[in-house]
Every structure is written in C-alpha cells, then in structure tokens.
C-alpha cells in the first residue's frame, strides 16, 4: 500500500536507518493517495491513511522504547500518528488540487506550512515529544542544516513538504497530458529546484561566516562510565559509581598533565552527566546548601589534580535548617532534577529541570489514581518515588574559564535539548554555551542515544551557540556553531563506552545573527494557521 510506503520511507530517513536522500521523496506516495480521494467520506479515508502511515513511521522510529515499555512503545505510535492523519485530512479536502483554486507554488506551500505546524503541535501537546521533524534528516549534512536558524527545523520540513508537493503535483498534469511535459508545468519544478539551491548555497555562507568568528577559547573534559541499568535501576552499586567517576576523572587529568606540563591543555571544566553521583543536594530557601558525604569524598578527590569548575547532574532536595544549625531535608518537601556547578572554591549553582518527563519524572493525577504507582514500578524495575518538581528560571548560569572570561552556561537536562522553545528562553548577549546532561542508559544499547544526539545538535545551529554535552552511555560531544561534532567513541565507533574526552570549544564573543533565537517558532506557527485560512477561502 503507498501510504505504509511513505510510512517505510519517512522512517528509514532517521537514525539508524540515515537514509537522508529519501526525506525529498518520502511523502510522494502518500500524497498521491490522497490527491485521489474523492467523495463525501474523502476527509476520514484521508485521516485514516494518513495515520496508518504515521504508525508505521513512528512505530519504527520510537521502537527503541519497547525497551523499558512495550506497550508504551505502541501508545506513543498510536497517539503521534494522529498529527499525520489530520494532514492526510487536509491533503484529501482543503489541499486536495482538485478541489482548490490555489496554483501549484501556493498550494505546495501550504502543504509545506501545514505539515511543520502540525509538527510544531506534536511538539507541545501533554508537554510535547517533538523528535524527529522532517528536518532533522539533515543531521549529517550540514549544507542543508543551517538554514535552522531561521525559522528552526519546522521551517526546513516547510522546504521539504513543499518540494515534494510540486512533484506531484507535475507529475500528475504530465499523467493528464499523455505523458507530455509542458513548459508550464515544468516551472514549478524549477522553482522547487531553485528553493532547494538557494538553502545550500545559503548554508555554504553561513559556514564560511562561522568559521571566521572571533571566539573564546573553553577547554571541557567530559567523563562518561557506561553504567547498566535496567530501566531506572542502576546496576552498580553505590561505591562503584563514585569510584568510577573518581578513577576515570584522575585518569583523564593525570594524562593531560603529563602531556601537556604547561597546563595549556587544563580543562576549564570538567562535565559529568545527568545524576551522576548518588548522592544528593540539599538546598534551603535562602541559598545554603550541604551535600551527601559520599559526594564529598568523591569530589575532594578529584580536585587533588588541580583547578577547575565541576559541572554535573544532581538531584536536589528542599531543606531546612534545624537549632544546631544543620541542614535536614524538609518534611514532604521538595525534589529537583538539577545541574550543580562548583567552582574551585567549592560555590554552588544550580539549574532546575523544567520540562519533565511523564511517567520518568512526574506522573499527572498520581495522587487521586494510586493504580499508575504500580505501572510505573512495573516498567521502571523501581518504586515510584514521587515527582520532581519542575524549575522556574531562565537565567544562564555564569561559569568562568581559567582565564577569568565568564561564559553563560545556558543548562538543559536530558531531553530538554531537543526542545527548541525552551533552549531559546536562555539566549543572552555576549559568549554562551548550550550545557547538557543527559543519561539515555534507560534504553540500553538501543538507537535512542544517537536518535536523541541527532535532535539536539539543532539547537547549537539555531541559537548560533555552541553545545557541550555529557551522558552516562553516550552520546557525550561538543558541537560547534554549524553543528560539526567531536564525538566520544570507542576504537569501534561506538558511543557505548567507558572513557574521557578533551574537546576544545570556540565560543563566540558574540554571537552571529539568527532570526530564529529572535522570534522562535511564530513565524511557523502564524504560517500554519494562514495557510489553513487561505485553503479554506480558496475551495472550489
């Protein structure tokens, strides 16, 4: 069938599959389908083909999920597959050529719009999961991928749909006429074609620009353990975990010292990820804040090699101080799932998670439904141990090199890397770095880290920042500006390892300019609703 056709296809564009050249061709069958319907059931023959063709594409992409949940893994499909049915809706009526008076360019471009609005909207709906937008086949060509900082990966998806569009469209006057090409209907090819010229060569100058930026220079060790885990389970020990860190880090550092005795090579920071230590934070309301011994120990001994500021994932508990002057955690307070940074003198800032993950980090209506307690122990391998609290700022966390220039380091955890408008609310003028970290150890050696990777190199490209992050199982990296990666791997090429990896990141001064870090998604967003408007005005 053409509509599990475009579904195969969507799905092979991504990673593991990185079919890239099939994201220009992907849709043209389902279009097709579509454009063909007729009658006064047409609108719920299109859903319906459109969302089979949408669990198919996103049954295969998210698959990596039936790791921890299977039945999760089919929900999810279920539930995303009905932003594509609602375009295959619109393809069979409003969109549908033969029952619009708009032209070929215009209703492409519709089509174009109305696909990367539906995007943006699986991107926000129940807090949204908005991975793999047609765009982010554009991973590994960077050519192509500048452009996101325009209007974000929503707009290249409008280039993509559009492209895509035109063919059918042309292909299918060619049928009317007999199989003979007119001047006229070649016109919108070459325009689509010219769309497509004008992006690279667009993305070849921003490169060129990129490159050329005056930068600060930030030196970062990442450290990443490969710890297993069972779902939320991890499967060392406490002591191991510490020891790891502890050991791996040294290691890291005694060799940089050694090859480098003039300390030109020092790191500025050293980075760990997401929860690394087992240990907690308490933090009262007022600022002061103590630490779990265990993570003490862990830390004193890592600072024996020298200076630097400590970046890691922590969890973060509400405290209060008692008549002693100790610090206790509150009753039924607060829980966060936080980045720490410590600075050689041991201050403390934090960042608070915001956007949380349902049924990872917080379970809506878990009070008044217990029964979703039990789901949670069942495919977490752990207790429910109540929900983190989301954050409330936006302000980037000052964190200075060895030099004194202070950077902005703009914090996300876990997935908030592949969430554009949350990234966005961080920019500031002067040097900034995106920090995140992350543990995708949940999903064992699955596609998921290197799918999650693939979403949040975006985010340097967009807001023109660089990005440092660091993960338990991979992928640990930095990425420029233009999204070229430095990637921790084993001698394999694999991510899944045990080691350290020393990147040198050229921060901008300032950063170049991107319309997208200005306006976000609206223009977007404005353009779904306009173009949904204007086909509906220009029905036959």
């Known amino acids: 069938m053409a509509v599990v056709a475009s579904g195969l296809m969507t799905a092979a564009v991504f990673v593991p599959f990185d079919q890239t050249w099939l994201v220009w061709v992907s849709l043209v069958p389902m279009l097709a389908v579509m454009w063909s319907l007729e009658g006064r059931r047409a609108g719920w023959k299109g859903f319906g083909l459109g969302w089979l063709a949408g669990v198919v594409a996103f049954g295969i992409q998210f698959s990596w999920l039936s790791v921890v949940s299977p039945l999760g893994a089919v929900v999810l499909a279920i539930y995303l597959a009905v932003y594509p049915a609602i375009f295959g809706w619109f393809c069979a009526t409003w969109g549908n050529p033969s029952k619009s008076r708009l032209g070929c360019l215009s209703l492409a471009l519709v089509h174009g719009a109305v696909w990367a609005g539906l995007e943006l909207l699986r991107g926000w709906v129940f807090t949204g999961f908005g991975w793999n937008g047609l765009g982010v086949a554009f991973h590994e060509t960077p050519v192509m991928a500048q452009a996101t900082d325009l209007f974000g990966v929503s707009g290249l998806s409008v280039l993509i749909v559009f492209v895509q569009s035109v063919l059918v469209q042309s292909m299918s006057r060619m049928v009317s006429n007999r199989g003979v090409w007119r001047v006229a209907d070649l016109r919108p090819i070459a325009v689509a074609l010219l769309a497509i010229g004008v992006c690279a060569v667009y993305g070849v100058l921003r490169i060129r620009i990129e490159k050329n930026r005056e930068c600060i220079s930030l030196k970062a060790l990442l450290v990443q353990i490969n710890i297993p885990q069972d779902a939320a389970r991890v499967l060392w020990e406490p002591l191991a975990v510490h020891m790891a860190y502890e050991e791996e880090t040294l290691k890291a550092l005694e060799s940089i010292k050694a090859a480098d005795p003039s300390g030109a090579n020092w790191p500025d920071w050293v980075v760990w990820p997401e929860s690394a230590l087992t240990g907690r934070i308490l933090r009262t309301n007022d600022g002061d804040w103590g630490m779990w011994q265990e993570n003490i120990e862990t830390i004193s001994q890592v600072r024996k090699a020298g200076s630097f500021h400590l970046i890691h994932g922590t969890n973060e508990l509400e405290a209060e101080t008692i008549e002693d002057g100790q610090l206790v955690m509150k009753p039924r307070g607060r829980a966060w799932n936080s980045i720490a940074v410590m600075s050689p003198k041991d201050e403390l800032q934090t960042y608070r998670k915001k956007h949380l993950v349902i049924f990872g980090e917080t379970i809506p209506f878990v009070e008044s439904i217990p029964w979703l307690k039990k789901i949670y122990a069942q495919q977490a ?151 949904f408007g204007w086909t509906g005005r220009k029905r036959r």
């Open 381 to 531: 391998g752990v207790e429910y141990g109540g929900s983190f609290t989301p954050g409330d700022s936006f302000e980037p966390l000052p964190v200075p090199n060895l030099a004194g220039e202070v950077i902005g380091a703009m914090p996300s955890v876990c997935f908030e890397d592949t969430v554009p408008r949350l990234t966005r609310k961080f920019v500031r003028p002067g040097p900034q770095v995106i920090v995140n970290v992350t543990n995708d150890g949940w999903f064992k050696e699955s596609p998921a880290a290197a799918q999650h990777f693939a979403n949040a190199k975006f985010r340097a490209i967009e807001l023109r920042r660089p990005m440092i992050r660091c993960a338990n199982s991979g992928v640990s990296a930095a990425v420029d500006t233009t999204g070229k990666a430095q990637v921790l791997v084993d001698a394999k090429g694999s991510h899944f390892t045990r080691g350290s990896l020393r990147v040198d990141v050229a921060v901008p001064k300032s950063a170049s300019f991107s319309l997208y870090a200005l306006i976000g998604d609206w223009a977007v967003a404005l353009g779904a609703l306009l173009a």
